[in-house]
């Protein structure tokens, strides 16, 4: 750490920050986090969020239950995680700061609403004494500022309520946090004016709280230094930030124009499949039909109906709503049409966790349907990769004419990353290939199959292709309805025996790592951040640990086998009970070690960390897993 | 076929190869004929006529069909039909479901096919049984029927498929019987002809599991009492020697005798395009042997269509917007640039 001068105040230089924003669920936090997170790319840091909050828009004002919180990661190096622990909290009300104390680092940085410490408040935290007054959170870097009062007064005499003036609190508390951080001012000034431009009073109001937050860290005696993270050195490019489900919803519109089939969304709205509906319904430009469907059930079905009719279809929803697409998806693996069923993973089972993250649906997505059901299943790994893996579905699912499975999960789903904007020349080309008309009379083969065993996809207009589809067992090469034991099991066969030669049409599986070592770790979706961070972290120190993250669950990589036999040991972290490793064990008879957390959270890299150290018999000291530092 | 002359088709080109396997005396068989001759006389193509079914007798349909088809899953026709509808708005597209199909596991998404009113028509075999499961009760069955699964007599109150359907705000509602080949022949053409939504219940024998069911509606003795035949602007009027007709009594409808001082003006006048439904839900609701059963053309309203709405979005955006262009798309809100 150095320190320069910079205006009145003294400036630190950091590597990386981590900052979380929390407060009632009410307050505007996750507005606060992601505007923090769009200002921190645009001046060049990597970024990585958590974006964190309670299942109920509003739940009662003040409860721990309501509590929504939102943390970034930015750092002047590359970085995979949101950050294990916290260097500054800004706690907006007494639940707030309960929930979230302890992952403040000893010593961070605590901003503290003090205006809602009130006796009924902490009540409701728990607190028997207001925690501000009893000496507790001597161990931290403590400032407490009446943000209620110093945000109506920067608002009067614009004519707002009491309550619409309460509101603008978390631009005080962003202005605030970016002058800690020393960061700039304008992109979330330009953010004000695009959202609240229609509300001249709002957006003043907004204006002035934010200014005022700023100025208050510079004026006031209590902060007596700033922070800076310089811009990180990534590769050469235009960025943009981007979720995870924005991401998706940008990868489907650009397989959609560069296969040139116009996309149909059909859906049912489900948290946290929700904005990949939300995103798509604003690119009608694109021949984009978003279709609200009453329920699961129909916009799967819908689905099937748009594929048979050519369009680009894909359904998105989450666990439970994919439990209900089962039978659906069965049929679309009957009439091998092509399609995508995104699943945007929550807590299961039932209702679960809706607005935590996990990974349990592995199981659901190799083997969720009645009878043998084959169909391939892939994963992302971060916020941007879901870009690539849309697009990638939709190849899989052309090429070979099945329905396939794109995993995300609510951590990536809802998290933000950089994303290097690719240049239109280096996406990959899609195509779609319709049989054309023949003689009516003439015999059309709707199930003859080509050398990937894929059927032809023949579209209703097509003059002498006329064929009927169904859920009932196909005969072979004509399609018609068949009860034959003999051609069923050779239907059976023929569906995996198409999807398992996908193998072959994959690139190798990557090792991030030495190609033969001690330990393997292997991991798939959205804990790429913490398993990357906390292997490369162990190589750091000697050890000889390699990371391999899959991004094909079904089929397997076809040199996955070879790898795996490479290594003495082999761990599988995963936050559910152990779904991949099972994966791994059956196919490989691998003696695999699982790592297995179902807390709605992502992994920490110490957890990670500490258990490649159990594994290795290398013993990690505690300081070093909790750092936040990569 | 790209020859510029128009193919005249008849009713045996709408065949296809495959062998007809509902049970012999099957209502079914009649409605299947009619549904050939009413798209030959249409002047529909094969390729461009769509069967989508869902799971039960009638929902074999599609595969006697030389047009394209799909036998989905049960319940599910009018949600596959709905995206294939979207996708494709220049397809004929027929939704052929039964009265549990439709109704029962598949009520949600025929009401919602419904309301939104796309240019699909969905025919319905009421044969008031389960068929394919052999022989229970369904949403139709009358309260106290004997079934397999209702030894005892069934429990559960009937729904009136086409109160359903106009509560769902229907924009075409009808009813027919699949032995009144010309009648059913008449109001598949009127179903197909209708822009938006085309609902029609087809009273339908099951031989086998429920026979009789409608023989009210078809018996000599009695049809011209169990009937009553709709025609728009025409008083409403039934019985062997058109003697009767139906007259409202208060918000009531009640059978009167013509003569005797009651003339065909005090009758009830038939508007199949009442902006309201009231009529056409008054008429649902009548059930012999109180009244006869209306057949024919209840409602006929022009209504605006989710299929054409949906895609003059996509037009009005893209026209507004222009084109999408990836380019623009990816660096749509805040961008940096790393050297």
Redesign the interface.
């Known amino acids: 750490m150095s320190t320069t001068t910079k205006s009145a105040k003294p400036v630190c230089d950091l590597d990386s920050a981590t900052v979380r924003f929390c407060g009632d669920s009410g307050d505007g936090m996750q507005l606060a986090g992601t505007e923090l997170t769009n200002t921190s790319a645009i001046v060049g840091n990597d970024i990585a969020t958590l974006p964190d909050f309670p299942a109920e828009i509003r739940a009662p004002r003040g409860t721990k239950a309501g509590v929504s919180g939102f943390q970034l990661h930015f750092a002047s190096k590359e970085i995979y995680t949101p950050g294990d622990s916290v260097d500054a909290l800004v706690a907006m009300n007494p639940a707030a700061l309960a929930t979230n104390l302890d992952d403040l680092v000893p010593g961070g940085i605590l901003v503290v609403n003090s205006s809602e410490f009130q006796s009924k408040e902490l009540a409701q935290a728990g607190y028997d004494v207001n925690p501000l007054e009893d000496g507790s959170l001597d161990g931290y870097q403590l400032f407490t500022v009446d943000m209620t009062k110093i945000t109506r007064a920067a608002v009067d005499g614009l004519g707002l309520s009491v309550k619409e003036a309460d509101r603008c609190r978390n631009f005080f508390a962003m202005g605030l946090v970016y002058w800690l951080y020393d960061r700039p001012l304008d992109p979330t000034l330009r953010f004000i004016e695009r959202k609240f431009g229609k509300k001249p009073a709002v957006a003043e109001a907004n204006r002035r709280t934010l200014k005022a937050g700023y100025h208050f860290g510079e004026t006031s005696e209590a902060f007596d230094s700033q922070y800076r993270v310089a811009r990180a050195e990534l590769p050469p490019g235009t960025y943009r930030n981007i979720t995870g489900n924005e991401a998706t919803a940008m990868g489907l519109v650009t397989a959609s124009k560069q296969s040139a089939t116009p996309l149909f969304y059909g859906t049912y709205p489900i948290t946290p499949a929700s904005d990949i509906l939300h995103e798509l319904a604003k690119h009608k430009n694109f021949g984009v039909r978003t279709f609200q469907a009453e329920d699961e059930i129909a916009a799967m079905t819908s689905v099937v109906g748009a594929a048979f009719a050519g369009a680009m279809s894909v359904t998105g929803s989450s666990g439970p709503g994919i439990a209900l697409k089962g039978e659906a998806i069965g049929l679309a693996v009957m009439t091998e049409l092509p399609m995508i069923v995104v699943n945007v993973q929550r807590g299961g089972p039932s209702t679960g966790l809706p607005t935590k993250t996990e990974q349990a649906d592995l199981l659901q997505a190799m083997f969720g349907r009645n009878g043998e059901c084959p169909l391939p299943v892939i994963a992302a790994r971060s916020p941007a990769d879901c870009f690539d893996c849309a697009q990638e579905a939709w190849r899989l699912a052309v090429e070979y004419m099945t329905p396939v499975i794109l995993l995300t999960d609510g951590y990536i789903a809802n998290g933000s990353e950089p994303w290097r904007i690719p240049a239109i020349d280096e996406l990959p080309k899609i195509e779609v290939k319709h049989p054309g008309p023949i003689a009516n009379g003439k015999p059309f083969h709707p199930y003859a199959r080509n050398e990937r065993l894929a059927r032809p996809w023949a579209i209703p207009g097509t003059p002498g292709l006329m064929h009927r589809l169904g859920g009932l067992e196909k005969q072979d090469v004509t399609g018609n309805v068949s009860y034959d034991p003999a051609n069923h099991q050779r239907m059976v066969n023929l569906r995996q025996r198409k999807v398992a030669g996908i193998a072959q049409d994959l690139p190798p599986q990557a090792v991030d790592g030495p190609e033969s070592g001690r330990l393997l770790v292997v991991g798939w979706g959205g804990t790429f951040g913490a398993l990357a961070t906390a292997t490369r972290r162990m190589r750091a120190r000697g050890e000889s640990v390699a990371h391999v993250h899959l991004r094909y669950l079904n089929p397997f990589p076809a040199n996955l086998r070879d790898i795996l036999s490479n290594y003495d040991k082999v761990l599988v972290p995963e936050l559910n009970l152990g779904q991949l490793r099972m994966l791994l064990r059956s196919e490989f008879l691998v003696d695999a070690v699982g790592l297995n957390k179902v807390q709605g959270k992502p992994f920490s890299v110490g957890e990670v960390v500490e258990k490649i150290g159990d594994m290795l018999g290398t013993s990690i000291p505690r300081q070093a897993t909790a750092t936040t530092s990569t | 076929?790209?020859s510029s002359a128009l193919p005249v088709l008849t009713a045996s080109d709408f065949a296809?190869d495959?062998d007809v396997r509902w049970c012999p005396g099957c209502g079914d068989y009649a409605i299947l004929a009619q549904m050939k001759k009413t798209l030959a006389q249409v002047g529909a193509?094969?390729?461009?006529t769509?069967f989508?079914s869902g799971?039960g007798c009638s929902s074999r349909f599609?595969?006697y069909?030389?047009?394209?088809?799909?036998?989905?899953?049960h319940g599910?026709a009018p949600?596959?039909?709905?995206?294939?509808?979207?996708?494709?708005p220049?397809?004929n597209v027929w939704v052929i479901t039964g009265d549990g199909d439709g109704l029962s596991i598949g009520g949600?998404?025929l009401i919602?096919a419904i309301r939104r009113n796309l240019d699909i028509n969905i025919i319905l075999f009421n044969n008031r049984i389960y068929g394919l499961t052999k022989g229970q009760y369904s949403p139709t069955s009358p309260l106290g029927k004997v079934t397999k699964s209702s030894p005892v007599g069934a429990i559960d109150n009937p729904l009136h498929p086409l109160s359903i359907a106009i509560g769902a705000e229907a924009s075409f509602v009808a009813r027919s019987i699949d032995v009144n080949i010309k009648h059913l022949g008449m109001v598949l053409k009127r179903a197909s002809e209708h822009r938006g939504t085309s609902f029609v219940e087809v009273y339908q024998n099951c031989l086998v599991f429920n026979d009789g069911a409608f023989s009210h509606t078809t018996d000599r003795a009695t049809k011209s009492d169990a009937t009553l035949e709709l025609e728009h602007g025409k008083p409403m009027i039934f019985g062997k020697n058109r003697e009767k007709g139906i007259r409202l009594n208060g918000m009531d409808p009640e059978v009167v005798e013509l003569g005797k001082g009651i003339t065909e003006d005090d009758l009830l006048f038939h508007d199949e395009q009442a902006p309201e439904p009231t009529l056409a839900y008054l008429l649902s609701r009548m059930n012999y042997p109180e009244f006869p059963e209306p057949i024919g053309v209840y409602r006929a309203i022009d209504q605006p269509r989710y299929d054409a709405l949906?895609?003059e979005?996509?037009e009005e955006?893209?026209k507004?917007?222009?084109?999408?262009s990836?380019?623009k798309?990816?660096?749509s809100?805040?961008?940096?640039?790393?050297?």
Not at chain 2, 82 to 88: F, H, P
Not at chain 2, 320 to 324: H, I, L, Q, V
């Open positions: 076929m790209t296809s495959q193509s094969q390729e461009n769509v989508i799971i599609p595969y069909m030389n047009t394209y088809g799909m036998h989905s899953i599910r949600a596959v039909a709905t995206g294939l509808k979207v996708a494709r220049d397809l949600n998404h919602h949906i895609n979005q996509v955006v893209t507004a917007k222009g084109e999408g990836l380019e798309l990816f660096h809100g805040e961008t940096w640039t790393i050297q």
